[in-house]
């Protein structure tokens, strides 16, 4: 029992180590690989833009929950004005970031993983290799960037969809005043607290990316082996982001 | 390979512009041959002289990936299944290397992938989709592609399984008349005896890291040896046995415990 655990925690400190060592290749390839930026917008479009339709839908759906909850809540105090300011600090600073991350993980995480994890099981980027392509900057660095890129992006979309899903309840339906709702909003919204999201979700960006590719681009050849790069990706971008999250957060104290 | 040695004493020269084809049966180290001529992997010990250079003391030595990719940039490989880049059609396909190492003008690549495939007989297959092709179809623009860089080297993985007779009939053509067009070296590893007969020049054959007889195809079938008998007649059971090591059958099936 005591040895089972044990050995956990020595492999998952070897694949900590692992995974630092493939983003810094990944880094010693990306001035090379930005050359080629039109592999990178292919990239950005694939993690992104077909992202864009659940983050969106997401975006509003927790919005209008947040608007709802913040108004039962709120209107206990007496001051269901400051609807706009909570709503816009819990979407930029924690929900935007950290639910989008976790969507990105699910949608453009997976995709990335089983993709380069299927092309080393079909000897795709042996191939590369023989033709005397690296597949690490040819496949991987673009894949990575693309998907850097794309999630501060979705996530600052995340967090304007959802202020107007909040708007949308705490305003159109709850009767909240319109012009006190972004007056207040305007007013005690920081730009570190701007900041702080943009940190947040840059970081997300940076490690599901890296898990996504680290783990499809070192998958066993197999059916089995993808699929089981497939779900660590997913289940380990996530604790890492909460984990993050916390880190962070703390940070900006 | 796990602390065990594939190879033991192998030694082989394969001649220049020749159908050199490396036999043997399954899990006796002949991908594993593959892979370290083409410094996919690095031997423990040993030299792998290809076309002047010495692979094993380069790597050794620290051979860089440049030096590599500069000695694989003249060799071609097919690998078994094609491995066709999956997002890309099968004019892109081809295009590939081109589009990677050269700068060249888009109407010269345009005509180089169309001789190409014309020299597999896929012309007419170039705005298809990998997805859209049969096993031999995709092995045939796989083909095209190893050579549009015109390799001086090249090197087929196990070209015939799972093929039908007709795709393994252009196949076969396909290795003598590149290799006689273009004066190329091919290596063809394989264990298919007919189809091998009908194409190689010269036939290694291994068995247990070594190898165990070689020479023209007439000459292996006439081979004083058990195992090239075994091998070239198809023979379930001989010096390769039949069953795999195992305990004593009997005291097995009359084990109560039935342990495995």
Redesign the interface.
Known sequence: MLKDQWSGLTESVVSLGATVRFLWRLLVHTPRALLRFDLIIEQIWNAGALSLVIVMLSGLFVGMVLGLQGFQLLQRFGSEDSLGTASAIGLLKELGPVITALLFAGRAGTALASELG??RA???L?????????PIQ?VVVPRFLGGVIAMPLLAAIFSVIGLYGAQLIGVQIMGVDSGSFWSQMRASVNPVDINEGLVKSCAFGVTCSLIAVYEGYNADPTAEGVGRATTRTVVTSAVVTLFLDYLITAMFL | MNGRPVFDGLNMDIPRGRVTAVMGPSGTGKTTLLRLITGQAIADSGTIRVDGEELGSLARAGLTRAGLYDLRRRMGMLFQNGALLTDLSVFENVAFPLREHTKLPERLIHQLVLVKLQAVGLRGAAGLMPAELSGGMSRRVALARAIVMDPAILIYDEPFVGLDPISMGVILRLIRRLNDALGLTSIVVSHDVQEISAVADLVYLLSGGKVVAHGTPQQLHSYPSEIVKQFMGGLADGPVPFHYPAPDYFGQLLDRNGDI
């Open positions: 299927l092309m079909t000897d795709q042996s191939a590369m290799e023989m033709m005397a392509v690296d040819r």
